[in-house]
């Protein structure tokens, strides 16, 4: 058997001050990233998502895993999605008392504007911009502002169109896995076993990458021992 390496499939930011849920397959880990240092920690895990999220037992979220997710600022709520389908749920951290609020349901039904677009099959990352209600999502080399509360599409661009900074870097053909730092207007972006801290400017193009594209094991200790994580083919 052929072993591929898997890093981190999807991540949201927590309510909880610079704490990040990241999954891998079907677990997942709620992290300390200590933004601006290498002091991160696991706060636990690596657990089954249905473990931590008892609502997710026996969907495609728990048995499956997770392919994209992002956080609704001011709230306990987050959007989380698999293959064509997405859900949005309270994840009660700290608790188990997590539960669905919406769906399981496709992800245009969710999100109607996506219907018949590359973006209806599934999604790479996404993370929540600070203009309210808005995030940012991803599919291969495109990604879509959208406005959630409202239902509204505002945007669809090639990756590098939205996000100059990301050109001819790794993420300028897509990225694995984001979330969005408590730090205002910046987001940390995954791809197999790289990452890039970004700054990213709504409205605007003055994106940039603070320190480079960097090695995930390297910067990150807490999550060595736990990525990769081998999938047998």
Not at 36 to 63: E, K, R, Y
Not at 77 to 91: E, H, P, R, V
Request: a negative charge; charged letters at 20%; aromatic letters at 14%.
């Amino acid at each position: 058997m052929a072993a591929k390496e898997g890093w981190i499939d999807a991540a949201f930011r927590s309510s909880r001050v610079n704490e990040a849920y990241l999954f891998m397959k079907n677990e997942y880990i709620l992290e300390n990233y200590a933004p601006g240092t290498t002091d991160d920690h696991v706060v636990h895990g690596p657990l089954p998502i249905s473990s931590g999220f008892p609502s997710l037992a026996g969907t495609v979220f728990g048995d499956v895993g997770i392919d994209c997710a992002f956080g609704v600022p001011g709230t306990n709520d987050a959007f989380i999605f698999s293959g064509d389908l997405c859900a949005k749920i309270d994840y009660a951290p700290g608790t188990t008392d997590d539960r669905i609020l919406q769906g399981p349901m496709t992800i245009a039904q969710m999100f109607p504007f996506f219907k018949n677009t590359v973006f209806d099959k599934g999604l790479d990352a996404a993370f929540e911009s600070t203009r309210e209600n808005e995030a940012y999502v991803f599919r291969g080399k495109y990604y879509s502002l959208i406005n959630y509360a409202e239902g509204r599409l505002i945007a669809t661009r090639p990756i590098t169109d939205g996000f100059p900074a990301l050109a001819s870097t790794i993420f300028e053909s897509g990225i694995g896995a984001a979330f969005a730092s408590h730090r205002n207007n910046e987001a940390y972006l995954f791809k197999e076993q790289h990452y890039a801290l970004l700054y990213f400017t709504p409205g605007a193009t003055n994106d940039k990458i603070i320190g480079g594209v960097k090695e995930i094991l390297a910067n990150w200790p807490s999550l060595r021992g736990i990525l990769p994580q081998f999938v047998y083919l």
